[in-house]
């Protein structure tokens, strides 16, 4: 990681005895100061564009309607919460929604990096540059083409997969019923169509390695095996940890439209999760306050996921958000 | 590289400091409202710009570029400024829309579950001394049909918007099934539900596609909803509907008795693979292809996208392929229900009246017109020698519609000139129908159709709108109802749960506070009835 | 001899992880291909599933209907427009708070983290942006499409964790001593050693332009704004033979489920040209010739 830089002058002040703290902050900010011109720019687009429409999170706890606006619709606080709450489907959407998501995260976080990983390893360059083109494809196919695909391939009657189960002597399974095969089709097509597009960011990291360590190894008499596991992995761990701090603040984010459009009435006790529960709901008739209501809900307890991964990572390895 | 990083910065900060400072720079401006309403028929002398919202569809050109309102412009000098995103985001727009307090002066296709709402709050005005001073068309149709007044009229005497209706109201969905097949295997169309176990089970066995395979699919359609619409024939509804047999009660089909005997029925239909095994799964490509592949033999769908799409396009694949109507299935209570009907008005709110309108009343002769016969033919069949010639009185569409050279579907050479394929504040001409409508859906609409629909009005709920707090107690309820239900009825038809269950399921349902959801709807329907 | 069977063991390693890519490359290739496929095969077959490689019965009639639309084109000039310039600004105001909070010397490192890293969770939603957006004036202009989405949260993160694990710490002080400020050190240094994020941002923000729609739709009103996929979304919509209607439909209708290939193509044919241009990024040992001496 990148240390302290000692400059002349903050030896210097270091030398004065007992400065005021009040004084210190300030003689710190000052040291700083260029690199509050780069950053300046920054916190204004924030507090312009994220921080000044926060007020409209109080959607949350009225009754809104648009034509009467934020501030004059009327306040009725807890209520949508209260009625998620009490939905008979409150826990099942949950369990699913975190189901579906560390299944995700067990499976689909660890295959970028093995990918960027192997990637790596590939000597011949026209080889890795075709693989690493090709791989990261299907994240450019639209969500609704890659169900279709699936529905093709998994159909009863004329897919491919079924297909090669009835000629090892089985029976045809009707996957997209079958509310056991549900989570498993939803993640591994998810691997399928998202590792090439995950791996880059490692590879843009890998390519940051100093060679000279390798170099250093090399003379030393270390293998290719000993090489990965001492010098790259361990270069690539911040990275990770980083990825996965991030990766948990978004612990219960399922995207609606994948499931939408996988799913039916016959798999909802495994596919059913928070964000299509909400857009039924919202088809009844307009629910904006329901679903920002929702919508925060999931926020607060992504958020407080978040700080408790990354309190953890910062007590057991150096490398933590903040 | 560092100079070119440098010089991007300082634009960039540029840009954004004088963005920051930009203030009310370019927004649009409110276009100068002119002189007073114009109360004379007639032209006005000045030119007004009226501001409309209306949601777009895919296959239409650009409002503002459409013959009918230029030609409309010209004739009344009222210049109307369309503010038209795509009709899928329509209604995010129109919430943005409201929220900004920039009102139009029309909006057109606002959610029916807005209406009231918007009503109490004064966003929109009452349009009873309007339409009585200044809407002779559409006061006229309202005398020749009293059903148009009581549905755009609220339980308090007022009436806030305008409506779109049909000439002659008729509907959508039908059973169709393969009329070369039947004649193939000697049957007759089939009526009862007994008659069309038969003739499914025929088509499964009996291989009417004649290539030796026992791949045919008896009954398919695009989803589950296709199967559950079967119950009508044991005289209930899929959803809340009104029991003539208890006085025009208002019931909801999915925990009734009769609904359980017709799933019965289906789930044995299911259970013996006359019903298409993926039907939960299906969609409308998976349904489609099917129909392509050459083996369904029957299904439930559309009067466009399936009857008339498929007769145009398969026949070319499949030699002798054709796709005929029947007329509802006859239950064992003798219903013979067509659930999927239009009524006296379409549901959609065809135009409403904002409190920022300076224009009134000359906003209610604009819209008025189309009710009238010049603006009906207007709206429905274009303009005179380009779009359509008179022909024994009779208005014709020019083969630049029905055969167009360009390789455009009716469809989309009407939409190139006015909103006629979607809603509006207009009469929809039974002409227009007519003249565009394939010969099998002319046929089934006037045998299997228009005959049922006396019956059929006695199930299906008329237009009605929801007290804001009643419909909040509806949508809170039917969440959940909606969920468990559909999860429940598509199990049993599969055959995953068994109907011996069926009494713990609507203690469930019941449990869930349906009684509170029905209520609702019995009141806000006694309302109506007033 | 021992440096013999490393090196064959080093050659099965690396064989049995070529044979791997090389299957995963197949699976990543073939959902490509049959898309590309599709796009150029007769509408009936593809309905009814027979395309499974190659195309069948060729033809072009789908890349025909898109690119037959008046406002193809300048909708195609509009993204490639709002893509260059909005790509531009992410990346420097991204870099720009990046690396601030890298520094672990940066006094306020804490605050400006905490306060980025809030709004990933919380926002108002999308009437109070609106409001903002139109009462800064910006309603119906280039710059509400570019500014409101101008630094994600996310790509901030990913910069600065890459800016203090990659560039090293006596390279930065090697440069202070020498007299350099924090601007000059960002500038002379610390950029020039990124290429490789650098080029992950610009790849990152400018997929994000190139596939957005929806702010434009929101603060867009002027058709001859708007960008490619809204264009692309609307003659989709328009060959769906969803029609309640009676009417017959025409041959540009029946041809819808090609159109939908051919559109993904048309959208994304030149980000795919973009990456293996960017890919030169990703050659390790972009730190040779940093380190003096």
Known sequence: ?322 | MNKLKRAMAVLVAFALVSMLFAGCGSKQDAKSSQSSDQSQSGKPAQKITLKMLKGKAAHEVPLDQMDVFKAYEEKTNIHVQWDSPPAENYLERYNLVMASGDLPDVIMDMPRGDLIKYAQMGAIIPLNDLIEKSSPNLKSWMQKRPEIKKDITGKDGKIFYFPMFDELPLGNNALGLREDWLKKLNLQIPVTPDEWYTVLKAFKEKDPNGNGKADEIPFSGNGINMARSLVSAWGVLDTFYTEPKDGGKVHYGPIEGKYKEALAWIAKLYKEGLIDSEIATNDEKAFQGKMGQNVVGAFRGAFGGHFSAFNSTLPKQIPGFKITGTPPMKGPYGDQVHANLDLSTRSTIAAVITKSNKYQEATTKWIDYFYGQEGALLMNFGIEGKHYTMQNGQPIYTDLVLKNPNGLSSKQVRGSFSITQSTGTYVLLKAQSDQVDDPAVKEIKSKYLEPYIPEAKKFVLPNISFDQKDDEVRRQVMADVQTYVDEMITKFILGTEPLDNWDKYVQKVKGMGIDKAIAVYQKTVDDYKK | MEGINETFGEKLFEAVIIAILAIVCLLAAYPVILVASSSFSDPNAVITNKVLLWPVNPTQKAYNMVFGHPEIWRCYGNTIMYTLLGTAINVFLTAAGAYPLSRSDFCGRNFFMAIFIFTMFFSGGMIPSYLLVKNLGLLNSIWALLIPGAVSTWNLIIMRTFFQNTIPAELQEAAFVDGSNDLGVFFKIVLPLSTPIIAVMVLFYGVGHWNSWFSALLYLSDRSKYPLQIILREILIQSSTQDMSGGAISDQEMIGETIKYATMVVATLPILCLYPFLQRYFVKGVMIGAIKG
């Open chain 1, 1 to 322: 990681m990148a240390d302290g830089f000692a400059t002349p002058h903050e030896m210097q002040r270091m030398t004065k005895p007992n400065p005021s703290k009040r004084n210190e902050i300030m003689r710190s900010i000052y040291k700083s100061r260029y690199l509050y011109v780069l950053i300046i720019p920054v916190f204004i687009y924030y507090v312009i564009f994220q921080y000044v429409p926060m007020y409209g999170a109080q959607i949350a706890f009225k009754n809104f309607n648009p034509f009467q606006g934020i501030w004059g619709s009327p306040w009725v606080g807890f209520k949508y919460f209260t009625q998620f709450f009490e939905s008979v489907y409150f826990l099942r959407l949950i369990r699913n929604t975190l189901a579906i998501n560390i299944y995700n995260i067990v499976v689909g976080f660890p295959a970028p990096i093995l990918l960027a990983l192997m990637l790596n390893e590939v000597k011949n360059r026209v080889f890795k540059r075709t693989v690493q083109t090709v791989v990261y494809l299907p994240h450019f196919i639209s969500t609704v083409v890659i169900v279709g695909m699936l529905v093709s391939f998994l159909s009863p009657r004329s897919g491919i997969v079924n297909m090669v189960i009835k000629s090892l002597g089985g029976q045809p399974i009707q996957f997209l019923a079958q509310p056991g095969w549900f989570r498993s089709i939803y993640v591994w097509s998810g691997v399928w169509q998202e590792a090439g597009w995950g791996s880059i960011i490692y590879l843009a990291a890998l390519a940051g390695i100093d060679p000279s360590l390798y170099e250093a190894a090399v003379v030393d008499g270390a293998s290719r095996w000993k090489r990965l596991v001492h010098i790259t992995i361990p270069c690539l761990i911040p990275t990770i940890i980083i990825m996965l701090i991030l990766r948990m603040g978004g612990i219960f984010n399922v995207g609606f439209e994948k499931i939408m459009l996988m799913y039916n009435p016959v798999t909802y006790e495994t596919a059913d999760v928070i964000s299509t529960y909400v857009y039924r709901r919202g088809i009844l008739g307009a629910e904006y306050s329901f679903s920002t209501a929702i919508g925060l809900f999931n926020s607060v307890i992504n958020f407080v996921t978040l700080i408790t991964f990354n309190t953890i990572s910062r007590k057991v390895s150096e490398t933590s958000l903040w």
